[in-house]
């Protein structure tokens, strides 16, 4: 999940939010102030009930925060970088460098974040019996109460990519000794779970005619999307275990000049290699980027015959030595980077592409035993 805006770094964690997380608290804001407050604690000004619901919805976007920064100080405390938490429409994201040593690792890590809503839900309870749930502040405690207590107990459910799929990888990572098919089986979980929501916000919205089913149906769709990518990234990983860069590259690629024409290129280059996404050299064979022919297509016909590559060529986010792990090249493609090269010595000496991965991952499936070769 990208960020849209930082807005600080705590202890060393970039903190950040995704414009999604607007919505969500305008949503949260007006809901609270123009129905949960004026009908469970009535007689207040509707200014109260404006800045009260202003208030909560910051609160609410806080603790989710502070889930986060669990799930990340525990892992930290296992020795996983973390560089940065991002909130967003559907709660945050902690992006760990890295996976849990072991089972025991993941299981506390994975908990970590729904005790801690847990935790804040309770003390809010406590907070609204000491000061009396039936006044504007005391009924401001109680949803917030109830909101982190609905938090914890959804993030437990058995499903990747929910905190409790995590819990459910642990455990049968444990159990089987596998990680890779205890994965494969938590997101299975995941996809079920997702189902099952799908299925609840359906009914609410045609028997009940409640729109907040919508709300089900995307979570239904968040959740089955995301166990299904990471059910792919798991076998992906599996196949491609102990495989190098140099061994899936397409070695001694061919590779546009940046100081020929446009035209120059595509007459000479392009229009003899199947391939829609090229590297780009200096006379010294060093990377300069990678360019798309559909980059190419945006250039004015006329100002192609002068126009030099390396004008419009995109920059190379990350050039890769043959030797590191393959899954690195899978990690730096991207529709932004279609196209990763490989240099040694700094020089071209091959080129990844999604093409690339598919081939060496068929081929390891194939031949489980064998490393895959171009």
Known sequence: MR???RFGRLAGIDLGVHWSVVVIAALLAFGVADGVLPATA?????????????????????CLLVHELAHALFARHYGIAVPRIT???LGGVSELDGEPPTPGAELVIAAAGPMTSLVIGGAATAAAIATGAESLFGVCLVWLAGVNLILGVFNLLPGAPLDGGRVLHAVLWRVRGDRVRAQIAADRAGVAVGLILAAIGLVEILFASNLSGLWLLLLAWFLISAA????ADARMHSALK???VRDIMAPDPVAGYDGQTIDRFVDTVAAGARARAFAVTDL???????VCLADLRRIPPGDREVRRLGTVVRSAAVV???????????????PWSPLVPVAADGRLVGTVSGEDVRRAIELAQLRPRMVPSP
């Open 3 to 5: 960020q849209s805006f």
């Open 42 to 62: 009535p007689g207040y000004t509707t200014a109260s009930y404006v800045a009260a619901g202003l208030v909560l919805a910051s609160a609410f976007l806080v």
């Open 87 to 89: 909130l967003w429409l």
């Open 228 to 231: 299904n990518a990471e059910s």
């Open 242 to 244: 102990g495989v190098l």
């Open 284 to 290: 010294d064979r060093a990377v300069v980027g990678v």
């Open 320 to 334: 890769l030595s043959p030797d590191l792990p393959a899954a690195d090249a899978v990690a730096a493609l991207s």
